[in-house]
């Protein structure tokens, strides 16, 4: 019972699909708004400060983002690991392995190990939400999970950050409404919020 409670909640928290978006003037203020202040964040008050991958300079070694679908933006920290280009790259047929953490991001402020995230199956956080926060012990799994990109219909904005990154990689990504929920209220999460999902890929099939 307590797996199938898990089970549950993962589905209904990251294999979400949000509605077609369509655009109108108001959606589109809403969404060039989080763009821009995601950007900031990541230029500004991230923690290494970041640079597009656009001004990148040739052998340049500074950390950056890549923009996938004009709206996720995505910082993978082991990017310049000298063994990264052996390990094996995820692909729209691969079957992922995760551990992450999931935020509300409409604070665009940064996350650090002290950020409680929404939903977690980092074991690290388990002594967090079993002892201080009182979660029921069993409801939630400290465990890796799998998906399939193949099959599962996931959240588009994690599919964009997943396709292109490798096993072993540790990665933030962070998306504007529209690739999360959409109009949606979803739980805690309120109404048009950004989100960010901080994963570690441990295996890929």
């Known amino acids: 019972m307590a797996m199938k409670k898990f089970d549950t909640f993962f589905r209904l928290l990251l294999f979400l699909l949000p509605l077609p978006f369509a655009a109108c003037s108001e959606d589109e203020d809403i969404l060039s708004n989080q763009q821009q202040r995601i950007v900031s964040f990541l230029t500004s008050t991230h923690t290494p400060r970041l640079v597009s991958v656009d001004e990148l300079e040739e052998d340049s070694q ?3 983002y890549t923009v996938s679908g004009g709206s996720v933006y995505r910082y993978i920290v082991s990017y310049y690991n000298p063994d ?3 390990w094996p790259e995820v692909t729209p047929t691969s079957k992922v392995t995760l551990t992450f953490r999931f935020y509300e991001f409409g604070g665009y402020a940064a996350i650090t190990d002290a950020t409680i995230p929404i ?4 074991p690290l956080y388990e002594y967090l939400f079993y002892e201080e926060l009182g979660l029921t012990p069993g409801v939630w799994s400290f465990t890796p999970v ?3 990109l193949a099959a599962d219909r996931i959240l588009n904005g994690l599919r964009l950050a997943l396709i292109g990154c490798r096993g072993g990689d540790e990665v933030e990504a962070y998306m504007t409404y529209n690739e999360a929920y959409g109009d949606d209220y979803f739980s805690v999460i309120p109404k048009e919020s950004p989100v960010a999902v901080f994963f570690t890929i441990d295996k890929v099939e």
């Open 84 to 86: 990264r280009s052996g």
């Open 146 to 148: 799998t998906i399939d």
């Open 62 to 64: 500074l950390p950056f």
């Open 119 to 122: 939903y977690t199956n980092d």
